[in-house]
């Protein structure tokens, strides 16, 4: 799961379709937890090394990934009917020294140190990349008619740096935030910027300090590659990026319509800065290792009974990958294992397609289990599935993601990010209750969740997806559910304490039979969707569904 720090999805009518117990065969079986242990020791031993995207730990456990589901009789749905689908990836890293920036002003150079006062990562459509602009100062760099913004209105900014504040306004609600905040350079490449310059702001400062981000400096990046082997996701034309510290910003702003100062203090005040001309120019440049190397999701498809519904899929997903190695040298440990994070989530999804392949009767739909790679890198299996999906992107009706279920206590009620923006919300709140298990709302919304797991890149392509995750209630009253994961946030997560002994000695026993129950219901939710004619549809005041699926309804 990809959370880069912790602090502390919108509706009208539903569409009604038939009951459940009206269209699905009887169902007597239930998850087995043992068979849930059996996976996630095997998927978070040491023997596996934290699971590193490219890693061999990594393909090992894609390997064990697919037998299991070949062994349950399911089809392989990969490449070339395989059970793979091999991801084509760059890693790139920054070459020490190798970031410059310069200000050109009054016939004057000053050039920024590296990393006190600008940072800056390795790119990703060439190894050397260096640029000469004028600078445009951009306020917040957003554009959105929903919420009257256009922050490039008046400004030309073709063949420019564009300056812009880190964050967002604060009116904002905090998916449409997540959603804006993400397409930032989108809407500047769009635009004809060459470069961009992101200003940390004082609210940065005081939510994460800029020294934080210093702690991953040496960080990789990495991308998918199309069939040109070029990138993926980026943009060519930005030739340059930095973060800027905000101190060291203010040397930008000489002789400007209005200082970084009464800038900040317009911020202060929830005022949105207009953008204007700035009077310097900015050099940039930087030199990156690029290397190559693959790394496999893994598809299998159990077929419907359906002769025309059998060519729609609900898609189960979870993600094998982890954070491999840690460089902590305080501890002798240094295996991420990622236990709850998403060995886990895996477990639960192949117990989840065992209980399929056992079905007398088939659901009507096909249902197929999607494992991606590559989510710690930024949702890249996902990202190159939805991109390059084995079959019709159309055919995609829902999609139920597992990742990070956090199973260290009886969890008495469920968090279905997404639920209040498709219809798919009452499928789990129905599939929940037959459980006796509550569906809560999102208890921290100001974390935008919703866009931060694989099953927001099938969203993008307008598939109705939910996240489930454990909530935060509990069955026994001397464990608080929401103590409990919060601890385990704050302590474990991505850290080579989340295994299993570590947990086990801190929480007591991983409790595998909540896993089956989360299973159940899984599995409940995907043969309601598979069984019901009219498939998952966006709700009519969702704004995915203005941004994202106002086709597929139309389609559908």
């Not at 801190?506 to 129950?517: K, L, N, Q, S, T």
Request: charged fraction near 20%.
């Amino acid at each position: 799961m990809r959370l880069p720090f912790f602090s502390g999805v919108l509706l009208l009518s539903f569409l009604t379709g038939c009951a459940l117990t009206e269209v699905q065969p009887k169902v007597t079986a239930a998850a087995n937890p043992a068979l849930i242990e059996g996976h996630l020791r095997f998927l978070a031993d040491d023997a596996l090394e934290g699971r590193d995207t490219g890693s061999r730990g990594h393909e090992i456990a894609s390997l064990y990934i697919a037998t299991q589901l070949q062994a349950l009789g399911l089809e392989g749905a990969g490449d070339d009917g395989s059970f793979y689908q091999r991801v084509p990836l760059r890693k790139a890293r920054l070459l020490p020294n190798a970031a410059k920036l310069s200000l050109h002003h009054n016939g004057k150079i000053s050039e920024l140190s590296y990393p006190q006062q600008f940072f800056s990562g390795p790119t990703m459509w060439a190894s050397e990349q260096a640029v000469t602009a004028p600078l445009v100062f951009v306020g917040y760099g957003l554009v959105s008619s929903e919420f009257n913004l256009d922050d490039y209105a008046g400004l030309e900014v073709a063949g420019k740096i564009v300056v812009m504040l880190a964050g967002l306004p604060t009116f904002l609600p905090s998916e449409e935030r997540a959603y804006l905040g993400s397409i930032k350079t989108e809407l500047a490449a769009e635009r004809g910027a060459v470069g961009i310059l992101t200003v940390h702001t004082p609210q940065q400062e005081a939510f994460r300090p800029y020294a934080n981000s210093l702690l991953y400096l040496n960080t990789p990046s990495m991308t998918w590659l199309d069939k040109e082997q070029q990138p993926g996701r980026g943009f060519a034309g930005l030739q340059g990026g930095a973060y800027l510290h905000h101190e060291a910003a203010a040397q930008f702003f000489v002789d400007a319509p209005s200082s970084l100062a009464d800038i900040f203090a317009q911020l202060e005040r929830d005022e949105i800065p207009t953008g204007f001309a700035l009077k310097q120019q900015a050099s940039l440049s930087s030199r990156s290792q690029h290397d190559s190397l693959s790394s496999p999701n893994v598809i299998a498809v159990l077929p419907g009974a359906d002769p025309v519904l059998k060519h729609e899929y609900v898609v189960i997903t979870a993600h094998s990958d982890h954070i491999g190695l840690s460089n902590d040298l305080r501890t002798s440990d240094n295996i991420n294992n990622g236990a709850m994070d998403n060995a886990a989530g895996v477990a639960l999804l192949l117990e989840t397609a065992r209980l399929f392949a056992g079905l007398e009767q088939r659901p009507k739909r096909s249902i197929m289990f999607l494992v991606v790679t590559g989510e710690e890198k930024g949702l890249l299996g996902a990202d190159y599935f939805a991109r390059n999906p084995t079959r019709p992107i159309e055919s995609l009706v829902a999609n139920v993601n597992l990742d990070m279920p956090v199973l260290l206590y009886p969890f008495a009620d469920l968090i279905a990010f997404g639920a209040n923006h498709s219809t798919l919300g009452e499928v789990v709140a129905r599939a929940a209750g037959k459980h006796g298990i509550a569906l809560s709302p999102d208890p921290m919304p100001e974390q935008a969740i919703f866009t931060r797991s694989d099953h927001y890149r099938l969203v993008q392509q307008g598939v109705p997806a939910v996240f489930l995750m454990t909530g935060f209630q509990s069955k026994d009253p001397a464990q608080d559910g929401g103590k409990i994961w919060g601890s385990f946030f704050a302590k474990h997560y991505h850290k080579p304490s989340d295994d299993i002994a570590s947990l086990e000695k801190e929480y007591g026993p991983i409790r595998y039979d909540a896993g089956a129950v989360f299973t159940d219901i899984n599995f409940q939710i995907a043969l309601d969707v598979a069984n019901t004619p009219q498939r998952p549809l966006w709700k009519a005041d969702s704004f995915f569904q203005k941004v994202f699926g106002k086709d597929y309804n139309s389609q559908r």
